[in-house]
């Protein structure tokens, strides 16, 4: 069975930072590879950031290039997301997600991006 559980959220002021977590149980998990994806009330879910199996590829969305960074450790099967100088924007629901595809600069649009698996999803607010 496949989980994908995410924690490290919560209110942080303007500037702040917070780091993410997303713990996978999954066989054969470590050649998965593992994006962030965000949703602010009443908007689509966006995607934050990708990471290959190696960790050698990263992608960033353009609004949190240079202020967010998606690291793992498949020996922990952690994932994580330090979030750095965060702005009231910031504010969503952030998910952890799974593909077995790494789909470089020609990631697929929304809902669903491409990723096979999902967390729950946790609670991101930055207040101003």
């Known amino acids: 069975q496949v989980q994908l559980v995410e924690s490290g959220g919560g209110l942080v002021q303007a500037g702040g930072s917070l780091r993410l977590s997303c713990v996978y149980s999954?066989?054969?998990?470590?050649?998965?590879?593992m994006g962030w994806f965000r949703q602010a009330p009443g908007k689509e879910r966006e995607f934050v950031a990708a990471?290959?199996?190696?960790?050698?590829?990263?992608l960033y969305a353009d609004s949190v290039n240079g202020r967010f960074t998606v690291s793992r450790d498949n020996a922990k099967n952690m994932v994580y997301l330090q979030m750095n100088s965060l702005k009231p924007e910031d504010t969503s629901v952030y998910y952890c997600?799974?593909?077995?595809?790494?789909?470089?600069?020609?990631?697929?649009?929304?809902?669903?991006?491409?990723?096979?698996?999902w967390g729950k999803g946790t609670l991101v607010t930055v207040s101003s």
């Open positions: 990471l290959s199996w190696s960790g050698g590829d990263t």
């Open positions: 997600a799974a593909s077995a595809k790494w789909y470089g600069s020609s990631w697929p649009s929304g809902p669903n991006y491409g990723m096979g698996y």
């Open positions: 999954l066989s054969d998990f470590s050649d998965m590879h």
